[in-house]
């Protein structure tokens, strides 16, 4: 199965805020109803497709535009395009949204104190010792979204009902087909189990 129309799924937030992590279970969730789906992580891309850029205002905009360039190949060709990024800037995350197909952003609401807390690298420490420039949360913006499509309180909300509800609202604007209660208990076990090994 495919999706009538892509789209591009771009969860936004502080570092360390759960991004990833949310982003992650969605694209499983994905798969496991046989969507199209390309799981795209603004760490990862760095690696590879923004090999080179620094953390300064300009390359982190060129950077998330990069990633919105490969969303929007994904999105107008039937593909549910995942991307999670700080992308701490309003403007570049709208220019991205005019630029995609079925934009539908996420915040990963999180306080600072929550992230620095999940840190596990010590970026947020580093940050504060002035050893980094420019990050977001410390020494660096980060400008929420306005009206995003799904508000996530990532500090008092799970990982599993994060992501439920971002499925949900993908349902409601129509961007998969909903299933019925008792397929989503199923494919839930089946994850469940594989979780464990058992699959």
Not at 15 to 33: C, F, H, M, N, W
Not at 122 to 142: D, I, K, M, Q
Not at 162 to 179: C, H, M, N, Q, T
């Amino acid at each position: 199965m495919n999706t009538l129309n892509g789209a591009t799924l771009w969860f936004t937030g502080l570092p360390s805020s759960g991004k990833s992590t949310i982003a992650r279970e969605v694209y499983q969730r994905l798969l496991d109803r046989g969507l199209a789906a390309e799981l795209l992580d603004g760490a990862e891309v760095r690696e590879s497709l923004s090999r080179g850029l620094g953390f300064n205002r300009e390359d982190r905009e060129e950077h998330i535009r990069r990633i919105g360039y490969v969303a929007k190949l994904l999105s107008r060709n039937g593909v549910i395009a995942i991307c999670a990024a700080v992308s701490p800037y309003r403007a570049t995350r709208d220019e991205v949204r005019r630029n995609t197909t079925h934009f539908v952003e996420v915040h990963v609401d999180c306080p600072v104190s929550v992230a620095e807390q999940r840190d596990t690298d010590g970026w947020y420490a580093r940050a504060r010792r002035g050893e980094v420039e420019e990050f977001t949360g410390v020494n660096a913006p980060y400008e929420p979204p306005l009206d995003p499509e799904v508000h996530i309180h990532s500090d008092v909300e799970s990982v599993e009902s994060a992501a439920g509800k971002v499925i949900s609202r993908l349902e409601s604007l129509e961007l998969i087909p909903a299933v019925d209660d008792e397929a989503e208990q199923r494919a839930e076990i089946r994850r469940r189990l594989a979780a464990l090994g058992y699959l």
